[in-house]
């Protein structure tokens, strides 16, 4: 889960998630969301643990991101399921996961309702839900892409969205890097 994703977004930082087998990681991925919980597991045959909201979520946005570029290289011997834009995981079912089972009633998120609140996975339970409300975009994000991350819905694009959107939309996080969307702007923008 968590290795994967790390090295799947160093991969995509270096511009060479072609070296791995695209297809066998893209299979595996999708194994990984649980069809009843709506949330992922980490490896076969473990529970649905919150933090891979963001580990197997992230992964799969970053999967997905890097079919979506513009210059199609990486659409050479793969199989894209999805569209522009779009996660190819149930991503209402993720939120809904996220929403209802691993938030706890006093704040703080948790690994799942069983578990107590913790930092790890309020962090990491915010980012798989901000990756599964934020459409994809190109990436690395342009610097001079003057758009925020505040949630307005004017200048947002969103994917489906679990619940209601005044009280649920959190800021955009970006996928590969796990940080929001306008610091890496800002750190793309001082080279």
Same mark, same amino acid.
């Given at each position: 889960?968590?290795?994967?994703?790390?090295?799947?977004?160093?991969?995509?930082?270096?511009? &060479?998630? =072609?070296?791995?087998?695209? +297809?066998? /990681? !893209?299979?595996?991925?999708?194994?990984? #969301?649980?069809?009843?919980?709506?949330?992922?597991?980490?490896?076969?045959?473990?529970?649905?643990?919150?933090?891979?909201?963001?580990?197997?979520?992230?992964?799969?946005?970053?999967?997905?991101?890097?079919?979506?570029?513009?210059?199609?290289?990486?659409?050479?011997? &793969?199989? =894209?399921?999805?569209?522009? +834009?779009? /996660? !190819?995981?149930?991503?209402?079912?993720? #939120?809904?996961?996220?929403?209802?089972?691993?938030?706890?009633?006093?704040?703080?998120?948790?690994?799942?309702?069983?578990?107590?609140?913790?930092?790890?996975?309020?962090?990491?339970?915010?980012?798989?839900?901000?990756?599964?409300?934020?459409?994809?975009?190109?990436?690395?994000? =342009?610097?001079?892409?003057?758009?925020?991350? !505040?949630?307005?819905?004017?200048?947002?694009?969103?994917?489906?969205?679990?619940?209601?959107?005044?009280?649920?939309?959190?800021?955009?996080?970006?996928?590969?890097?796990?940080?929001?969307?306008?610091?890496?702007?800002?750190?793309?923008?001082?080279?």
């Amino acid at each position: 889960g968590g290795y994967s994703f790390c090295a799947l977004a160093a991969l995509r930082i270096l511009h &060479s998630v =072609s070296m791995i087998d695209v +297809n066998a /990681l !893209s299979s595996w991925l999708a194994r990984r #969301q649980m069809g009843f919980e709506g949330g992922f597991s980490g490896r076969t045959n473990k529970l649905v643990d919150g933090c891979y909201s963001f580990w197997q979520g992230g992964a799969v946005a970053v999967l997905d991101g890097w079919y979506n570029d513009e210059d199609g290289d990486s659409r050479e011997g &793969s199989e =894209s399921q999805t569209t522009k +834009n779009e /996660l !190819s995981y149930d991503e209402v079912m993720l #939120q809904r996961y996220i929403l209802l089972c691993a938030q706890d009633v006093n704040g703080g998120l948790r690994d799942k309702p069983s578990k107590p609140k913790d930092f790890y996975h309020s962090c990491y339970n915010l980012s798989g839900l901000s990756v599964a409300q934020h459409a994809l975009e190109p990436w690395p994000p =342009s610097s001079t892409d003057n758009r925020t991350s !505040s949630g307005d819905a004017k200048e947002e694009n969103f994917n489906r969205l679990f619940g209601d959107v005044n009280v649920n939309v959190i800021g955009r996080t970006d996928p590969v890097i796990n940080i929001r969307v306008e610091r890496v702007k800002f750190m793309l923008s001082q080279q």
